[in-house]
């Protein structure tokens, strides 16, 4: 059974239309990555699975339960996580502050410093920077700050919306790298990610938007190879 079901899912902003009755599904243990050029409509999708905001029509169905019209807040108790665009850490906070948030709704606070040295294994350098401001980290740091905030509450399927955007390439293959482990570790992964090319890499699977509708979706190592895929988002 899939973990994540979307079906006909409609979102508008006024009266424009930013979504048109997509439908896709995410497995468990799966990569699924969602490619498409600015404004198709991809961080629209995400922030309406993750509860920020509302659809018009369709469902979204997580975990067996219909999560349509529930708020963010309760989503993560569920064993979802979302990792923003823009990464959006708290700046004023330190690193283990930031960290220490994304655990808020864990019942298993004894657990917590274990779950925090597995993020400290995961990226050493915010274990060399927990005491300093988020504020004053890289951009490259900053993300996986995001990330690791995120993995604080133990997700069984973690949203991502445009981890690479602005960072050098150097951080972009690190991060890339993560994402892969964090899924070999057991969790399931939903990618919006520009760099399609890095996304059909790592992914299993993909889905592809174009004005708020699915054009194609496949194996990504077929998309990787499909020649409107190519011309449209893979040349250099």
């Known amino acids: 059974m899939a973990i994540l079901e979307v079906t006909d899912l409609e ?7 930013a979504i048109k009755g997509i439908s896709f599904e995410v ?38 339960k219909d999560i349509t019209k529930m708020p963010g807040h309760k989503l ?14 708290f700046a004023q906070l330190t690193v283990l502050q930031n960290l220490k ?13 274990e779950t925090l040295q597995i993020i400290y294994q995961r990226f050493p350098r915010l274990e060399e920077r927990k005491n300093q401001l988020a504020g004053t980290l890289s951009g490259g740091e900053q993300q996986m700050l995001a990330m690791g905030r995120a993995l604080m509450s133990h997700p069984k399927l973690i949203v991502m919306d445009e981890p690479s955007m602005g960072l050098s390439p150097i951080y ?27 996304a059909l890499a790592v992914a ?6 174009e004005t ?25």
């Open 27 to 64: 497995n468990p243990g799966e990569i699924i990555a969602l490619i498409g050029a600015n404004g198709a409509g991809k961080t629209t999708t995400l922030q309406t699975i993750t509860g920020l905001i509302p659809s018009k029509a369709g469902h979204i169905v997580y975990d067996g």
């Open 212 to 236: 708020g509708k699915i054009v194609l979706s496949g194996d990504a190592s077929e998309l990787m190879n499909d020649d409107s895929v190519k011309k449209a988002y893979l040349s250099e």
């Open 11 to 17: 979102v508008f902003y006024g009266v424009i239309q």
């Open 204 to 209: 299993d699977r993909a889905y592809v938007l």
């Open 101 to 113: 948030l994304g655990a808020y709704t864990r019942k298993d606070k004894g657990e917590l410093e």
């Open 76 to 89: 993560v108790s569920m064993g979802m996580a979302h990792v923003p665009e823009g990464r959006r850490v």
């Open 172 to 198: 972009v293959n690190e991060i890339f790298d993560i994402i892969q482990k964090i899924n070999a570790d057991g969790t399931t992964v939903l990618l919006v990610e520009q760099n399609a090319k890095k």
